[in-house]
């Protein structure tokens, strides 16, 4: 693993992207927990209000709380530690770890930036793992748009509108996915009758704080979780 070229990649393009980076028998057990934990009809947390608003469906689950083996092994993975140190430098701290469920047939996530964008240094990193296939067929791609975590703020307009120079993936069981919390992204509508889940080790830079994504960047709004509350309506 060229530690050097996979963070200078990731800082010209706010994300990188490696396939085969966790081994098959760790990633299945990660998916055995996962449904284990969440059947196959989970309800979301969040409000109705926010789902209706961002156009996103998801229902989190933190794994490490209840200390579950196979996700405490995946946070303890050394080569994934020291990636993160060579992206982010010594004294990055964890934020958490959740687990992010889409039904077969749900939104996916419209476009967002984690956090908002101000202040260069203040941002998150999303270490997402993909512990099964995402099938094309099935959708629950995510995309990106190369380069945005240096574009300021997300334009406002339709949310789940498609984005000059987006690029989406096609994670396999196994790949990580890099992504800096500036960079604009979105997941595909779930169109399948397949269920989708990722896993998001997210961390944060030394100068950041750990609620740093206490306040999201939609096209249509800015929404602080903690307090469930429309910050600022967005126009076109
Ligand atoms: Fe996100």
């Known amino acids: ?6 963070a200078s990649d990731f800082w010209r393009e706010g994300y990188a992207v490696l396939h085969d980076f966790f081994d098959t028998e760790l990633m299945d057990a990660c998916t ?5 934990h969440y059947g196959v009809d989970p309800q979301s947390k969040h409000s109705d209000a926010f789902v209706r608003a961002s156009q996103t469906e998801v229902v989190s689950w933190y794994p490490l709380e209840e200390k579950v083996s196979p996700f405490v ?9 020291e990636l993160t140190s060579s992206i982010l430098g010594e004294g990055w701290r964890d934020m958490c ?23 260069a240094e203040h941002f998150n990193l999303n270490r997402l793992v993909y512990t099964h296939d995402i099938d094309p067929e099935n959708g629950g791609e995510p995309v990106v748009v190369p380069g945005s975590h240096r574009k300021g703020t997300l334009p406002p307009g339709d949310p789940q509108g498609d984005l000059d120079g987006r690029q989406v993936f096609q994670p396999r069981k196994g790949t ?3 992504l800096h919390g500036h960079t604009f992204h979105r997941v595909l509508p779930v169109k399948g009758t397949q269920w989708r889940a990722s896993t998001n080790l997210r961390v944060v830079s030394r100068g950041a704080p750990t609620d740093v994504t206490d306040v999201a960047v939609y096209r249509n709004m800015v929404y602080r979780f ?4 429309v910050v600022e309506e967005r126009g076109e």
């Open 97 to 119: 770890c959740m687990v992010m469920f889409s039904k077969s047939g749900s939104a996916g996530q419209a476009w967002h930036q984690d956090c908002l964008p101000e202040t």
């Open 176 to 178: 990580l996915l890099l």
């Open 73 to 81: 092994q995946l946070d303890r993975h050394s080569g994934l530690g």
């Open 1 to 6: 693993m060229d530690k050097e070229k996979i």
């Open 32 to 36: 055995d927990a996962i449904l284990d």
């Open 226 to 229: 903690s307090t469930h509350e």
